[in-house]
């Protein structure tokens, strides 16, 4: 007999650079954590970071392509440093793309209702291989959209750092192995279409790319 009335999909997992696949517990993203990003959705110095989340299983591998979502007709990109939550703590980093349906976030915001449509849909996260660091220091982050420079910026400006977000985190949850915690992006967010090519990197981190199919 089977041990459940049916069997869901395996946990989404992400490659690791020289290891065994990382399984992803929980998807946690914080929001507004760049001055300048926050300041063009609107944002300004009272609006401290502050997190939201994913599913798991919104989880994009490296390699795979994303499919423009149903119900949006403004997706936007977003690129981010992801850490990786070890047994051990940091475990290591790599890049993410945390895809968001801007209209369906306008909406949400002017209801004062919450952004699971907007932020945690299928196929939101695309993420780069992990890769294992200890420390990162003051790296350039950037996006590209057709090989057009949309987002540039520098790990070093965010405004909670990753000691400062982990501890953040860890007054809310019980933050444990198998998390991913997407850092927020910088400025330059902006609008996709399907058939158009997404590259991102971190330098020292890794790189992605994806095509929406
Ligand atoms: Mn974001």
């Not at 989880?59 to 936007?76: F, K, M, Q, S, W």
Request: hydrophobic share 40%; charged share 25%.
């Amino acid at each position: 007999m089977p041990e459940h009335a049916f069997t869901l999909r395996p946990r989404p997992t992400v490659p690791v650079e020289g290891d065994k696949p990382f399984p992803v517990r929980r998807i946690l993203c914080v929001g507004r954590n760049y001055a300048a990003h926050r300041a063009e959705m609107g944002g300004d110095d009272r609006d401290p970071p502050f997190f939201f989340a994913k599913p798991a299983d919104a989880i994009v591998p490296p390699g795979e392509n994303v499919p423009y979502p149903l119900a949006t007709a403004d997706l936007h990109h977003e690129i981010e440093l992801v850490v990786a939550i070890g047994p051990d703590g940091i475990f290591g980093y790599a890049v993410g793309v945390d895809l968001t349906r801007r209209d369906l976030q306008a909406a949400a915001k002017a209801k004062g209702q919450p952004w699971d449509a907007a932020k945690g849909f299928d196929h939101s996260a695309p993420i780069s291989a992990i890769r294992k660091l200890a420390n990162l220091g003051d790296a350039p982050i950037g996006l590209s959209v057709n090989g057009e420079v949309r987002q540039k910026a520098r790990i070093g400006d965010m405004l909670w750092s990753v000691p400062e977000i982990l501890e953040q985190a860890r007054l809310l949850w019980d933050v444990q192995a198998g998390d991913l915690i997407f850092t927020g992006t910088p400025e330059g967010v902006g609008p996709v279409q399907k058939g158009d090519l997404i590259e991102g990197s971190v330098e020292g981190v890794g790189s992605l790319s994806f095509e929406i199919v």
